[in-house]
């Protein structure tokens, strides 16, 4: 079958064709006839890698989301690098055609319009899709399918209880979005599909042929599998006195034979040394202009200087150290067969698309830091992922994977269970985790609202027909729940009360952000501070640091008896009797504190503007991208405290020093650099920093400024790119958020003519259509024909008094609303005694109108102002149709807000979906 036979419509047909091969594999025909393009039957596909498992996936998805009737698609993946890819490569696939978004730890620029449901498809991590069903009510009632990709993920340690609770909380909801769970190949289902309620698609044979075989160090000689299943002993090499040897000299004889090797290594220093060794060891040349460019494109200077000296001798590593860009100049140059050689983690064996000739597992035994360094045995599931790259789709060729051994004992081992043995069968690994820790994350996110509701979710999941069943059913979780509820509500983020379980305000809030209950306790105590006094940054941090999902980054140095006194944080800054000053000054401290206080020194400097490479010389274990991921995990966090200071009505400059920080944590920049930064232009962060010193800190100024404005900072073809990113960014939010404020209009009854007005119309005309859009609200509204004694456009009868209103929009859909425009109609409207002024602008205020529009705020005096961009007017507008918002509450809002009005001041549930 042809991917131009499928029944589709053209345009997901064309977009298919443009960049796929046309031949579908067999796992993709198997997928088709099971109805992945039309049925709403859930679906488990499980086929070897490279076998073209995530094509279905997006199959799916984009089929449903392109029918056009306002249902969209979510596609979850485990990692953030995976989902980077994704997006990347559907926005460029469907940009003529879907709104395509992602939300993960690091991307939260589209979160307001995933809230809203403003897309057709998104890509997001497990762990955000959880945080954003807690926090988003009806998310999932307009989603028409979750595509979950790499599934058998649910069976490991660190993602599997989380991915489980996910996916139960698809199959109880109301809505019953459909399933399409992708994995790689599992030799036994154990009820798997079962628990899903999907239809199996299973395929077990390779595109490719897979040779496999085990080589022993001390003799070099290996036993061999071939793909018909013949085993025998043949000669591989000569011996080696390490692994990293036999790997080395093994990859240079196949390179010298003409073939393309991927070596994997379990550790990322692993990844460097043998990467160098084998530049070392191969002749270097003159890099291809097209890679040069690239690769002195970069953003990270350190980055561009290795990669260079790698790709000059055709090798390159990949592991987590490393950006999306970096990541994606490699696989790049590895397809187009530049480079010979990549060495890297199991990373790039998840979901990357990246086939060779050779496959080289240097290593079996994969290091976890779980408060101390373990070893585990790599799953067999594991290998396979690696072992499944070698080979190459539609060119008849037979891949090989080696495994390397220390002698023939440990190669008869390694042989037998990754080579001859099962995939691990599925299972669940909810009944070994803690289940304070799922108690709380339930009940306080109002999954359940007692014991009985909690017990009852856990029978549901997985863990019970391939756990509990055999194991006291349930009477043991019953046991285990009563255990879980006491413990979580002596933390007080929990109340009991009529024989129900409420969460408190503020225990909502963190369990809504996907916190584990030790997290949300010592959160929780920086509220209760909070509450009383100004906290300083260094004190916020630390109290960040110390949570589990801040990470384990920066190591606590190995030879350094007490790295205290080199830290950066300044002892003057705290108050004696803080946490942080007593862990500083106490005659010692654990090896959790110390990891704290080390991770809170880097990022006082990385939210201060150190270049990443001072910091990667003062801290051991970090990269660029380490740094990348330790900011956006902060940033969660602080955005987490700020939520629950919010419920708990600490002071509002409080939280907006909390939302700051957090926006310098994410970039490592001062807060007001983030606009700028979030576009992922490329442009450094130290360029930035240094664009922030001049002046020119927002897009707006950055669309003011000239060659000459930038010179010695910016080239010419830089600042252009950033412009036309500016301007890219605000048409395509706009259409964006249009498309979706449509398609809610159609649902609720508001009239599409009065949105698509809203978003087009100009002048006068636009007047007329606020006006009408307010009447039909329940406000009255009178829309001035002459202005005689001021500039405002609309006198607005609110319960709380009369609203003076201006509305205006740019002849340009991409150029920002001036101060100057903004404040024509501050303190006009003589005579009428208003209440409250009010300017709703389209597209967007430019950075000096918002900031003075909060000044005049901050005044508390007679001049009073609101800015309401025209989205959010929009917004306020549509929960009004949908019944969300009152028409007193509308009015308040227009009465008594100021500065700039955003999604968050409005009242009433986020509404994601309608029935």
Same mark, same amino acid.
């Given at each position: 079958?042809?991917?131009?036979?499928?029944?589709?419509?053209?345009?997901?047909?064309?977009?298919?064709?443009?960049?796929?091969?046309?031949?579908?594999?067999?796992?993709?025909?198997?997928?088709?006839?099971?109805?992945?393009?039309?049925?709403?039957?859930?679906?488990?596909?499980?086929?070897?890698?490279?076998?073209?498992?995530?094509?279905?996936?997006?199959?799916?998805?984009?089929?449903?989301?392109?029918?056009?009737?306002?249902?969209?698609?979510?596609?979850?993946?485990?990692?953030?690098?995976?989902?980077?890819?994704?997006?990347?490569?559907?926005?460029?696939?469907?940009?003529?055609?879907?709104?395509?978004?992602?939300?993960?730890?690091?991307?939260?620029?589209?979160?307001?319009?995933?809230?809203?449901?403003?897309?057709?498809?998104?890509?997001?991590?497990?762990?955000?899709?959880?945080?954003?069903?807690?926090?988003?009510?009806?998310?999932?009632?307009?989603?028409?399918?979750? !595509?979950?990709?790499?599934? #058998?993920? /649910?069976?490991?340690?660190?993602?599997?209880? &989380?991915? $489980?609770? =996910?996916?139960? %909380? *698809?199959?109880?909801?109301?809505?019953?979005?459909?399933?399409?769970?992708?994995?790689?190949?599992?030799?036994?289902?154990?009820?798997?599909?079962?628990?899903?309620?999907?239809?199996?698609?299973?395929?077990?044979?390779?595109?490719?042929?897979?040779?496999?075989?085990?080589?022993?160090?001390?003799?070099?000689?290996?036993?061999?599998?071939?793909?018909?299943?013949?085993?025998?002993?043949?000669?591989?090499?000569?011996?080696?006195?390490?692994?990293?040897?036999?790997?080395?000299?093994?990859?240079?004889?196949? !390179?010298?034979?003409?073939? #393309?090797? /991927?070596?994997?290594?379990?550790?990322?220093? &692993?990844? $460097?040394? =043998?990467?160098? %060794? *084998?530049?070392?060891?191969?002749?270097?040349?003159?890099?291809?202009?097209?890679?040069?460019?690239?690769?002195?494109?970069?953003?990270?200077?350190?980055?561009?200087?290795?990669?260079?000296?790698?790709?000059?001798?055709?090798?390159?590593?990949?592991?987590?150290?490393?950006?999306?860009?970096?990541?994606?100049?490699?696989?790049?140059?590895?397809?187009?067969?530049?480079?010979?050689?990549?060495?890297?983690?199991?990373?790039?064996?998840?979901?990357?698309?990246?086939?060779?000739?050779?496959?080289?597992?240097?290593?079996?035994?994969?290091?976890?830091?779980?408060?101390?360094?373990?070893?585990?045995?790599?799953?067999?599931?594991?290998?396979?992922?690696?072992?499944?790259?070698?080979?190459?789709?539609?060119?008849?060729?037979?891949?090989?994977?080696?495994?390397?051994?220390?002698?023939?004992?440990?190669?008869?081992?390694?042989?037998?269970?990754?080579?001859?043995?099962?995939?691990?069968?599925?299972?669940?690994?909810?009944?070994?985790?803690?289940?304070?820790?799922?108690?709380?994350?339930?009940?306080?996110?109002?999954?359940?609202?007692?014991?009985?509701?909690?017990?009852?979710?856990?029978?549901?999941?997985?863990?019970?027909?391939?756990?509990?069943?055999?194991?006291?059913?349930?009477?043991?979780?019953?046991?285990?729940?009563?255990?879980?509820?006491?413990?979580?509500?002596?933390?007080?983020?929990?109340?009991?009360?009529?024989?129900?379980?409420?969460?408190?305000?503020?225990?909502?809030?963190?369990?809504?952000?996907?916190?584990?209950?030790?997290?949300?306790?010592?959160?929780?105590?920086?509220?209760?501070?909070?509450?009383?006094?100004?906290?300083?940054?260094?004190d916020l941090l630390f109290q960040i640091?110390?949570?589990?999902?801040?990470?384990?980054?920066?190591?606590?140095?190995?030879?350094?008896a007490d790295p205290r006194g080199r830290?950066?944080?300044?002892?003057?800054?705290?108050?004696?009797?803080?946490?942080?000053?007593?862990?500083?000054?106490?005659?010692?401290?654990?090896?959790?504190?110390?990891?704290?206080?080390?991770?809170?020194?880097?990022?006082?400097?990385?939210?201060?503007?150190?270049?990443?490479?001072?910091?990667?010389?003062?801290?051991?274990?970090?990269?660029?991208?380490?740094?990348?991921?330790?900011?956006?995990?902060?940033?969660?966090?602080?955005?987490?405290?700020?939520?629950?200071?919010?419920?708990?009505?600490?002071?509002?400059?409080?939280?907006?020093?909390?939302?700051?920080?957090?926006?310098?944590?994410?970039?490592?920049?001062?807060?007001?650099?983030?606009?700028?930064?979030?576009?992922?232009?490329?442009?450094?962060?130290?360029?930035?920093?240094?664009?922030?010193?001049?002046?020119?800190?927002?897009?707006?100024?950055?669309?003011?400024?000239?060659?000459?404005?930038?010179?010695?900072?910016?080239?010419?073809?830089?600042?252009?790119?950033?412009?036309?990113?500016?301007?890219?960014?605000?048409?395509?939010?706009?259409?964006?958020?249009?498309?979706?404020?449509?398609?809610?209009?159609?649902?609720?009854?508001?009239?599409?003519?009065?949105?698509?007005?809203?978003?087009?119309?100009?002048?006068?005309?636009?007047?007329?259509?606020?006006?009408?859009?307010?009447?039909?609200?329940?406000?009255?509204?009178?829309?001035?024909?002459?202005?005689?004694?001021?500039?405002?456009?609309?006198?607005?009868s609110t319960p709380a008094g009369m609203?003076?209103?201006?509305?205006?929009?740019?002849?340009?859909?991409?150029?920002?609303?001036?101060?100057?425009?903004?404040?024509?109609?501050?303190?006009?409207?003589?005579?009428?005694?208003?209440?409250?002024?009010?300017?709703?602008?389209?597209?967007?205020?430019?950075?000096?109108?918002?900031?003075?529009?909060?000044?005049?705020?901050?005044?508390?005096?007679?001049?009073?102002?609101?800015?309401?961009?025209?989205?959010?007017?929009?917004?306020?507008?549509?929960?009004?149709?949908?019944?969300?918002?009152?028409?007193?509450?509308?009015?308040?809002?227009?009465?008594?807000?100021?500065?700039?009005?955003?999604?968050?001041?409005?009242?009433?549930?986020?509404?994601?979906?309608?029935?």
């Amino acid at each position: 079958m042809r991917v131009s036979d499928l029944n589709a419509r053209q345009e997901l047909l064309d977009a298919w064709t443009r960049d796929l091969p046309d031949d579908l594999t067999q796992v993709q025909v198997a997928a088709v006839a099971a109805g992945v393009l039309e049925g709403r039957t859930n679906l488990l596909v499980v086929a070897p890698t490279s076998s073209g498992k995530t094509l279905v996936g997006e199959m799916a998805a984009a089929s449903l989301a392109f029918e056009g009737d306002g249902r969209y698609s979510i596609m979850v993946v485990p990692t953030r690098a995976l989902a980077e890819e994704h997006f990347n490569r559907f926005r460029d696939r469907y940009r003529d055609v879907l709104n395509v978004v992602i939300s993960t730890g690091d991307w939260t620029e589209f979160d307001e319009d995933v809230r809203h449901g403003h897309f057709d498809l998104a890509v997001m991590t497990y762990e955000k899709l959880a945080i954003l069903l807690g926090q988003a009510v009806g998310i999932l009632d307009r989603c028409g399918c979750v !595509i979950i990709d790499e599934g #058998q993920s /649910l069976n490991e340690s660190d993602r599997g209880v &989380g991915l $489980e609770l =996910l996916i139960t %909380q *698809l199959l109880v909801n109301s809505a019953q979005p459909r399933i399409v769970v992708l994995s790689a190949s599992l030799d036994e289902l154990n009820g798997f599909d079962r628990w899903l309620q999907a239809a199996p698609v299973i395929v077990n044979e390779r595109p490719v042929p897979l040779d496999q075989a085990v080589c022993s160090l001390d003799t070099g000689t290996a036993l061999y599998r071939s793909h018909e299943g013949e085993v025998e002993k043949i000669q591989f090499g000569k011996p080696a006195q390490d692994s990293e040897v036999m790997a080395l000299n093994l990859a240079l004889s196949y !390179i010298a034979n003409g073939k #393309q090797v /991927l070596i994997f290594r379990t550790s990322i220093p &692993g990844t $460097e040394r =043998l990467a160098y %060794q *084998l530049a070392a060891r191969l002749p270097a040349g003159t890099i291809p202009q097209e890679w040069a460019d690239r690769i002195a494109g970069l953003q990270e200077a350190d980055s561009a200087r290795v990669l260079g000296l790698l790709f000059s001798s055709t090798v390159a590593l990949h592991n987590a150290d490393l950006g999306y860009e970096e990541r994606r100049l490699i696989e790049d140059a590895f397809r187009a067969r530049y480079l010979n050689v990549i060495v890297a983690t199991e990373t790039l064996a998840m979901g990357v698309n990246l086939p060779a000739d050779i496959v080289i597992l240097v290593d079996t035994d994969r290091y976890r830091w779980s408060r101390g360094w373990t070893t585990t045995p790599i799953q067999v599931a594991a290998y396979r992922n690696m072992a499944g790259r070698a080979g190459r789709l539609g060119l008849g060729t037979r891949g090989l994977a080696v495994l390397i051994a220390k002698d023939a004992v440990h190669g008869r081992r390694l042989f037998d269970r990754y080579v001859l043995g099962d995939v691990e069968p599925m299972n669940s690994v909810l009944p070994s985790h803690r289940m304070t820790d799922i108690a709380y994350r339930l009940l306080a996110a109002g999954i359940a609202r007692d014991p009985e509701g909690l017990v009852a979710f856990l029978a549901a999941t997985y863990a019970y027909p391939s756990f509990y069943e055999r194991h006291g059913g349930i009477s043991a979780i019953e046991h285990a729940v009563t255990t879980a509820v006491d413990e979580a509500v002596e933390t007080e983020l929990l109340v009991e009360h009529d024989k129900k379980i409420h969460p408190t305000p503020v225990g909502r809030a963190l369990a809504r952000s996907g916190v584990v209950l030790e997290t949300a306790v010592l959160l929780k105590r920086a509220v209760d501070r909070l509450r009383t006094e100004d906290v300083p940054t260094a004190d916020l941090l630390f109290q960040i640091c110390r949570c589990e999902e801040s990470g384990n980054r920066p190591f606590i140095p190995r030879k350094e008896a007490d790295p205290r006194g080199r830290l950066r944080i300044d002892p003057t800054a705290t108050k004696p009797e803080s946490e942080l000053a007593i862990a500083m000054h106490s005659a010692a401290v654990g090896d959790e504190t110390l990891q704290a206080l080390i991770e809170t020194s880097c990022a006082l400097e990385w939210i201060e503007g150190s270049s990443a490479r001072s910091l990667e010389k003062r801290y051991y274990g970090l990269s660029g991208e380490r740094l990348r991921n330790i900011g956006a995990n902060l940033a969660w966090l602080l955005e987490t405290l700020a939520e629950a200071a919010r419920v708990a009505d600490v002071l509002s400059d409080r939280i907006i020093t909390l939302r700051r920080l957090a926006l310098a944590s994410r970039y490592g920049l001062p807060h007001e650099l983030a606009p700028l930064a979030r576009l992922r232009t490329g442009i450094g962060r130290e360029t930035l920093f240094a664009l922030g010193q001049i002046g020119l800190a927002d897009p707006d100024a950055i669309l003011e400024a000239n060659a000459d404005t930038v010179a010695g900072l910016l080239a010419p073809g830089e600042l252009n790119r950033l412009q036309q990113a500016i301007r890219d960014d605000t048409i395509e939010t706009l259409r964006r958020r249009k498309s979706g404020h449509l398609q809610r209009a159609t649902r609720s009854g508001l009239s599409p003519e009065l949105i698509n007005a809203l978003y087009s119309a100009e002048d006068d005309v636009l007047e007329r259509v606020v006006r009408d859009v307010l009447e039909s609200a329940g406000l009255p509204t009178t829309q001035l024909e002459t202005q005689a004694y001021g500039e405002e456009d609309l006198q607005i009868s609110t319960p709380a008094g009369m609203v003076v209103g201006s509305v205006t929009a740019s002849k340009s859909p991409d150029k920002p609303i001036a101060w100057r425009k903004a404040r024509e109609v501050t303190g006009q409207g003589a005579g009428l005694n208003a209440v409250n002024f009010v300017c709703i602008g389209r597209p967007r205020f430019d950075g000096l109108a918002e900031r003075s529009a909060q000044a005049v705020a901050r005044e508390q005096q007679d001049r009073r102002l609101l800015l309401i961009p025209m989205h959010i007017f929009v917004e306020a507008i549509s929960r009004v149709a949908e019944g969300r918002i009152t028409t007193n509450a509308l009015g308040s809002v227009l009465a008594n807000g100021r500065g700039l009005l955003t999604a968050d001041d409005l009242p009433g549930e986020e509404p994601t979906a309608l029935p």
